[in-house]
């Protein structure tokens, strides 16, 4: 492997903060990692990394700093590809443009915690309150906002969660 290109460094930053450290050597080096990400997944996108313009070049001892700075270190120089996880993407990579899942994957979107810490179920949940809110508000065609009750089976205790469509389809046919 003597032939082989040194190992460079390029980093994705924003207002000159470090967001993502990658090496790239091609055809056996490619690998970064991120503040949230630190076990060097190996990501064949980033060989597109030194021909994006959101990239920047930078040194060995620059990037052991930035990777000191996030509490890990560089692999050894003579390494290439080893056995770690890997990503798989759609190609071309557009660093500059990182998709959700990409963002995601590098640990570069904060946590969300909370009732809404899934962000598909934070939106799940305000198109049905949206929905809901204007179902209660608004009538459709004229007729009567239904009232919804409780269906007693047998004349025994309301069964939770189940609507007597009975009362409801009587306002409806009058």
């Not at 190609?91 to 598909?120: D, I």
């Not at 929905?131 to 009538?139: F, K």
Request: with cysteine; charged share 25%.
């Amino acid at each position: 492997m003597a032939d082989l290109p040194e190992v460079q460094y390029f980093v994705l930053a924003a207002d000159t903060k470090p967001y993502l450290l990658a090496r790239v050597r091609w055809p056996d080096v490619s690998d970064a990692i991120s503040a949230g990400r630190l076990d060097w997944p190996d990501d064949p996108g980033l060989f597109d990394l030194p021909y994006d313009t959101a990239s920047k070049r930078v040194t060995p001892e620059e990037a052991a700093e930035i990777a000191a700075g996030w509490g890990a270190q560089l692999p050894a120089e003579g390494t290439g590809r080893m056995s770690r996880p890997s990503f798989i993407r759609r190609m071309p990579a557009q660093w500059s443009n990182l998709s959700p899942a990409e963002k995601r994957g590098w640990c570069l979107e904060p946590v969300k915690t909370g009732r809404h810490a899934h962000p598909s179920r934070a939106a799940a949940t305000t198109r049905w309150s949206n929905w809901r809110r204007r179902r209660l508000t608004t009538s459709t065609s004229g007729l009567p906002q239904p009232k919804p009750a409780l269906l007693v089976p047998g004349g025994g205790a309301p069964d939770r969660g189940t609507i007597d469509l009975r009362e409801i389809n009587q306002e409806l046919a009058s």
